[in-house]
């Protein structure tokens, strides 16, 4: 499915069943709305798959590999060889998102999206756009062309897990830079200063911060991005990884599977979704507040308040795969608390 069709494609929640689904919340054996997010998360989850019990036990989390040019600007801590070392070590099952979504029963989906390396090793998703974006501090990071590339396969990787029968998504990454890649377009789109959104990544000394700012300021100055069109922006200052999460939220609103924001850079993703279609944002949910700064930005832009804070920073689809738990525990109760007629007592007619 291409970018345009799948736009075309996303429809509104069902206002109807989501109705039908408080009415029997609130017939629960509990105060009414007294499992607060949690009785709003069954809702939104019943409006997405259009069923009143919905099943998401089948879950996936996917993870977008690529590298970014930006990394020659020394905007990391870490080589750009980490990159392909950490995409291997999740095919290994050994890094954490491995041993969270083994604790959760749930999968992972690993996409080399654009690796500046060949990644050779059995269940990785080859998808390559190219090595490794430009530099953004010298020109584009990609072509137009490759931008709408990158979001389709996103898109193309939520349809093949669907037909496999997941209910459930999570987005995570990996990729050196990407947090500078990922700030550049968030200030572009929520037209914030680079001071409140930049952070320290993976571990810059004081410095090391001045300097990314400087890059990302410089990097948005030489390249113009237009904060009316997405796909600009995305070319001009964003990342293969970055771009592959945007497709993964469009993809989730056409083929109507929720989908779990981790951090900030699948928030940024997120927000450059719902930019290019609003109802995207229904089919979105929180997970946790990541400790980058340019995270509370962006979730406020969405008008989304995260379900945990745990002073995460990881990546990787790590927070994302916590909030499984949560989704599925809501609606675990949901379907087997007894009503108050069950109990035989008495419903409470106002809200404690």
């Known amino acids: 499915m291409v970018l345009k069709e799948a736009v075309a494609c996303i429809g509104d929640l069902d206002r109807e069943l989501m109705s039908k689904a408080k009415k029997r919340l609130d017939s629960l054996t509990k105060p009414l709305g007294s499992l607060g997010r949690l009785e709003e998360l069954v809702q939104q989850i019943v409006g997405i798959k259009e069923e009143m019990f919905p099943d998401v036990h089948k879950k996936t989390v996917i993870i977008m590999c690529a590298d970014n040019g930006v990394v020659e600007e020394g905007v990391s801590s870490c080589p750009k060889s980490v990159t392909a070392t950490v995409t291997r070590n999740f095919l290994r099952g050994i890094t954490g998102i491995n041993v969270f979504t083994k604790f959760l029963d749930a999968d992972i989906a690993v996409v080399d999206i654009g690796v500046d390396d060949d990644i050779e090793c059995e269940g990785i998703i080859k998808r390559k756009i190219r090595k490794g974006t430009w530099n953004i501090a010298k020109g584009p990071a990609m072509t137009r062309e490759e931008a709408v590339k990158a979001i389709e396969t996103g898109i193309s990787i939520v349809k093949d897990l669907k037909e496999k029968g997941v209910g459930l998504l999570g987005t995570g990454e990996m ?17 914030a200063e680079a001071e409140e959104m930049v952070g320290c990544g993976s571990g810059l000394s004081s410095q090391g911060l001045k300097n990314k700012i400087e890059v990302v300021k410089k990097a948005i100055r030489l390249n113009k991005p237009d904060a009316s069109d997405v796909i600009d922006v995305i070319s001009k200052v964003g990342g293969f990884d970055l771009a592959g999460l945007i497709g993964c939220f469009i993809g989730a609103a056409a083929y109507r599977i929720p989908i779990v924001i981790d951090g900030f850079i699948s928030a940024t993703a997120a927000l450059a979704a719902v930019k290019l279609e609003p109802k995207v944002k229904n089919f979105i949910i929180p997970s946790h507040a990541s400790a980058e700064p340019g995270c509370k930005k962006v979730m406020e832009e969405l008008k989304l308040k995260p379900m945990l804070h745990l002073g995460m920073r990881l990546g990787e689809g790590t927070g994302a795969a916590l909030a499984f738990n949560i989704i599925e525990c809501a609606l675990y109760a ?16 106002e809200q404690v």
Not at 175 to 191: D, P, Q, Y
């Open 175 to 191: 990729g050196i830079g990407n947090t500078t890649t990922s700030s550049a377009v968030s200030i572009v789109l929520t037209k």
């Open 334 to 349: 949901y379907k087997n608390m007894g009503t108050f007629e069950d109990a035989n007592i008495e419903q409470y007619v």
